[in-house]
């Protein structure tokens, strides 16, 4: 019998919903154009859930999705999912980026081109018989040499970058993330604002998505900085443009034109303004991923997608998590339950109400993609300070920014006596407390517990006792097990520099008597003693 169901709740190809039922693990409904209100019916019975734009995965749909796991998109803007409450609940958002990047480059290409050379107008002439006014009305811009700004250069971006460069533009980028070292590898200029991008450019091409910062990024101010006679193409979100403004520019005679394939309002109004225009202009109705190359593909990788996060774990593509292909699972996957155990650890013996976590690493390991670990020791921390169930993987940095807890990576410059090391430490005020893991073989061992060093399973029973270092006390834990019937697996004991202060870790076969914890924590000369099952 399937361990998950999963909804396909939009149209995607019939591959893509093969790939999914062919795992035992996965049953599938396809059930599209449902009604928000039978959505909200059915969807607690489900693990997974496929949508492209038409499904409103919205905050009351996610909290009536009890089961729900994980969103698969099928498509790259996730405007229709509310991320935020997705998060909330716990449940991974994953969208397929690479699935219509060239569909979408070639679009918005041929909207400039269209734009500039007034396609859509003069086959519209043609068309009613005017073809020889046509010729006269409809003279075309030339893009060789033009200076093109692009807005956004990731995939889209990039390769609307390479067809422009065949093209003989100029090509000017913005993007937060654009390094100059990779703008100089796709030979492009490098711009810091989007300011500087349009200045002077003759053509811009938007491929960001809509976030509050991008919303109107073309805007009056700086349509003003472009060049007299250039074309705006959006094949990216509606209310990237300011369409008013934009209008505005184009009767002023200071932009010639613009390419759109989306609107801030979809669909558009028959009497939008911008209709009114019959030269360098061209629209289309949203077609940027509709090849039938696209469709397909994004249909595929969304299911494949989603599968292997069910079947294998692996998470790819997520925008509310880090990702974590084939490749670094297998990196990183032993890891994984070491950093719970130190979660755990922390949570237990650390501070209560702690003001930060640092998780460090050292070696190899530090080079790796270890944000799911340190995710995994954060998520930890707070199911075990938190016992609500409301805790998960995905939620963790939300419910932790919400308790004011800061969390932080960094790595291990320090020699230690291992080849790698994580290290998992709470701050309260000046109260530091930490933990650190490595692994021995294949074996995940705990190695470290505030400072005294020590070697111990991660996964048991285990009572962790702190004492001061004077002769007996081991005596004294052992007798008051053994009267206790409580049978020691294992034992390990180390002390600080200076013998003042001893832990004595004992992982034993079956969970303490209260009874036996309060004894030992009235004995004379313990200071600590604490019961936990990792």
Known sequence: MATYRVLVSDPISEKGVEALAGAPEISVDVNTGLKPEELLKIIGDYHGLVVRSETKVTAEVLAAATNLKAIGRAGVGVDNIDRKAATDHGV??????????ISTAEHAFTLMLSAARNVAPAHAAVLKGDFKAARKAYQGIELNT????????????????????????????????LTQARADELKVELATTPDLALKDADVVTLHVPLTPETNRIINAERLALMNKGAIVINCARGGLVDEEALKAAIDSGHIAGCGLDVFEVEPPANDHPLFTLNKHVAFTPHLGASTNEAQENVGIQVAEQLRDFFVTGEIRNAINMPSLDAAALAAVGPYLELARALG????????????????????PLAKKDTGLVSRSVLTALLETSRPDGQVN???????????????????????TEFNELVVAELKKGETRYRVAGTIIGSSPRIVEIDRLYVDSNI?????????????GIVGVIGTALGNAAVNIANMGLSRTADRTRALTVIEVDSEPPATLLDQLRSTPGILKVISLEL
């Open 459 to 471: 996964a048991g029973r285990f009572l962790f006792v702190e004492n001061d270092d004077r002769p």
């Open 344 to 363: 755990k650890l922390l949570a237990k013996l650390g501070p209560e109400n702690p003001d930060s976590l640092r998780v460090s690493y050292h070696g």
């Open 92 to 101: 991974i958002v994953m969208n397929t980026p690479t699935g219509n990047t």
């Open 146 to 177: 033009k200076r093109l700004a692009i807005l956004g250069m990731g995939r889209i971006g990039t390769e609307f970058a390479k067809r422009a460069q065949a093209f003989n533009m100029q090509v000017v980028a913005y993007d937060p993330f």
């Open 393 to 415: 993987i995905v939620n963790a940095p939300a419910i932790a920014t919400q308790l004011g807890l800061d969390v932080t990576e960094s790595t291990i410059n320090a020699k």
